[in-house]
Nanobody
Framework: QVQLKESGGGSVQAGGTLRLSCAAS????????LAWFRQTPGNQREGVAA???????TYADPVKDRFTISTDNAKNTLYLQMNNVKPEDTGMYYC???????????????????WGQGTQVTVSS
């Protein structure tokens, strides 16, 4: 089992940058499939970026070339580097994790087992 805790959210102007962190405790990240999701009030949670256990990355079209997902295995921490942010990036951001090799795995749509509590990102124009 792994526990996840996000940090790094805040308020930023459009065009700015943020780096979100997701610290894991309990198990090493190395065997996990990891992802970032975001949600705004009244809307469904949407997948933003994913990093599978083989190191492959997946990005949602709205964030491609602006966001980067990465890990620091020594720190057992997942990151989301957000560059050139836009007002539509506003939302509560969650990290998610699932252990092992998964069949029928669609990274940004998978029903991950482990979730953090979320960190709020607000982008003003």
């Amino acid at each position: 089992q792994v526990q996840l805790k996000e940090s790094g959210g805040g308020s930023v102007q459009a065009g700015g940058t943020l780096r979100l962190s997701c610290a894991a405790s309990g198990r090493s990240f190395r065997r996990y499939n990891l992802a970032w999701f975001r949600q705004t009030p009244g809307n469904q949670r949407e997948g933003v970026a994913a990093l599978d256990s083989s190191g492959r990355t997946t990005y949602a079209d709205p964030v491609k070339d602006r966001f980067t997902i990465s890990t620091d295995n020594a720190k057992n921490t997942l990151y989301l580097q957000m560059n050139n942010v836009k007002p539509e990036d506003t939302g509560m951001y969650y990290c998610a994790a699932e252990e092992g090799v998964l069949s029928d795995y669609v990274p940004l749509e998978y029903d991950y087992t482990y979730w953090g509590q979320g960190t709020q990102v607000t982008v003003s124009s």
